[in-house]
């Protein structure tokens, strides 16, 4: 099985800061990676597909990057409406998620 | 409006039975990827099995023998069928659409079902 590992666990950056979350696959998965934002008590949503593609109707301050085993999540400038846990998720043979960031205001 | 909606959760003694019920509208469960993905409070996201447009079904290893997917085509209705119920399949248990063309994406999430495995 693929496993995913996040970095950081958590992090806390002010609002305009540049926010940056990287997300490592065990192996090749070419560029199978979505990122989802899930804040609190609420279902989890996509933001980004397949590695860099933006999902419809999410601001353009969130972008991704990578292929083949390493990624990168970006938040341009930070907005207090970003709080939440974001998770990467790969799908190789069968889907499986990183552990998670938790992203606050400092 | 493309929608999901969970229903069953509840708690249920060790060992025991549940079955939740994921009602779509606004497109064709049978014409889709849907699946299963699970909470434990406090933790991170456990995807829990699929099934494809065709039927076929796959597991997790955590579930597998224990956790049957499947759909009620006429009801446009998901389910996941679980039996022999341990402490740690507690979790709020959520279904959602696979966008197999987008990196075999979830989108979108029900607002999930708690399920409590404890006597």
């Known amino acids: 099985d693929i496993q995913m590992t996040q970095s950081p666990s958590s992090l806390s950056a002010s609002v305009g800061d540049r926010v940056t979350i990287t997300c490592q696959a065990s192996?090749?998965?070419?560029?199978?990676l979505n990122w989802y934002q899930q804040k609190p008590g609420k279902a989890p949503k996509l933001l980004i597909y397949?590695?860099?593609n933006l999902e419809t109707g999410v601001p353009s301050r969130f972008s991704g990057s990578g292929s083949g085993t390493d990624f990168t999540f970006t938040i341009s400038s930070l907005q207090p409406e970003d709080i939440a846990t974001y998770y990467c998720?790969?799908?190789?043979?069968?889907?499986?998620f990183g552990p998670g960031t938790k992203v606050d205001i400092k | 409006e493309v929608q999901l909606v969970e229903s069953g959760g509840g708690l249920v003694q060790p060992g025991g039975s549940l079955r939740l019920s994921c009602a779509a509208s606004?497109?064709?469960?049978?014409?889709?990827?849907m699946s299963w993905v699970r909470q434990a409070p406090g933790k991170g996201l456990e995807w829990v099995s699929v099934?494809?447009?065709?039927?076929?079904?796959y597991y997790a290893d955590s579930v597998k023998g224990r956790f049957t997917i499947s759909r009620d085509n006429s009801k446009n209705t998901l389910y996941l069928q679980m039996n022999s119920l341990r402490a740690e399949d507690t979790a709020v248990y959520y279904c959602?659409?696979?966008?197999?063309?987008?990196?075999?994406?979830?989108?979108?999430w029900g607002q999930g079902t708690l399920v409590t495995v404890s006597s």
């Open positions: 959602a659409r696979v966008r197999v063309v987008r990196a075999f994406s979830f989108d979108p």
């Open positions: 606004g497109f064709t469960v049978s014409s889709n990827y």
């Open positions: 099934i494809y447009s065709g039927g076929s079904t």
């Open positions: 192996q090749d998965i070419s560029n199978y």
């Open positions: 397949d590695a860099s």
């Open positions: 998720q790969q799908y190789d043979n069968l889907p499986t």
